[in-house]
């Protein structure tokens, strides 16, 4: 699972968007690698994934970068890289492979989604080519200086992301203690997988009753399931709070 405009935009193209299976919420590599025929020239992983959340080991992350043909490129999407603590979003990959794209963005942990800002990093090659397809004037100069000024701002980033992980573990082991299913997540979101879709979406009343509002995903082929942002303490407690006295009344 990944960003949700991929198949929209591949159609665009004019090109045909082909979704491989997963294994246990987590992209599987021998299922990528698997799929690859003679008409494939882009793969497209998001890791850690969304909304599940999850992520590739660096085991698997090797042997699927080294698995690929060198005449497909392959697009690393390190959007939630921030949050997965030591993984630096496939720079390394990168650096050592002219066919390897890692992308980012400064709408999530930079706080910036508004801007719509967002940067690769790739052989000199692969950036050529990126600036030959890719639209004119799409960064304004208020875009590239925010973007510059909140790549420098390294404090907030490790602050912001500290506090997540403290909250996405309470968050995480909060869910689990109701009974409901959830897998360690590495981005700043849990994907909490509910009995069935009416179990979702009677919990999913119940949080909006508290003002609190989550993400339904059965568009991402999960209709038992709820993505739950990440906030501050506070924040954290009002979800855990509404959820409980959502399961207070169903037991």
Not at 118 to 147: C, D, H, K
Not at 191 to 219: H, T, W, Y
């Amino acid at each position: 699972h990944g960003f949700s405009l991929y198949p929209v935009l591949i159609h665009m193209a004019g090109a045909t968007a082909v979704c491989v299976r997963e294994r246990d919420r987590a992209v599987d590599v021998d299922a990528v690698l698997d799929a690859i025929t003679e008409r494939t020239r882009v793969i497209l992983v998001t890791n850690p994934g969304n909304p599940t959340g999850t992520m590739l080991s660096d085991d698997d992350l090797v042997r699927l970068v080294r698995g690929v043909p060198s005449h497909i490129a392959l697009v690393l999407d390190g959007a939630y890289t921030e949050y997965a603590g030591d993984y630096d979003g496939g720079a390394s990959f990168a650096t050592e492979r002219p066919n390897i794209l890692m992308t980012r963005t400064f709408s999530k942990i930079y706080g910036l989604g508004g801007l719509r800002i967002g940067w690769g990093y790739g052989a000199a090659s692969m950036i050529e080519t990126m600036t030959r397809i890719r639209q004119p004037f799409n960064l304004s100069n208020v875009q590239l200086a925010a973007g510059q000024v909140a790549v420098r701002d390294r404090d907030w980033v490790e602050t912001c992301a500290a506090m997540n992980a403290d909250q996405r573990a309470r968050l995480t082991g909060a869910v689990r203690q109701l009974g409901v299913a959830v897998d360690d997540s590495r981005t700043n979101f849990v994907l909490a997988r509910f009995a069935d879709p009416n179990e979702a979406d009677a919990a999913n009343a119940a949080l909006s009753a508290d003002g609190i509002i989550v993400r339904k995903v059965a568009g991402y082929g999960f209709p038992e399931g709820l993505r739950i942002t990440v906030g501050d303490a506070d924040q954290t407690g009002r979800v855990i709070a509404a959820l409980t006295r959502w399961r207070e009344k169903t037991t």
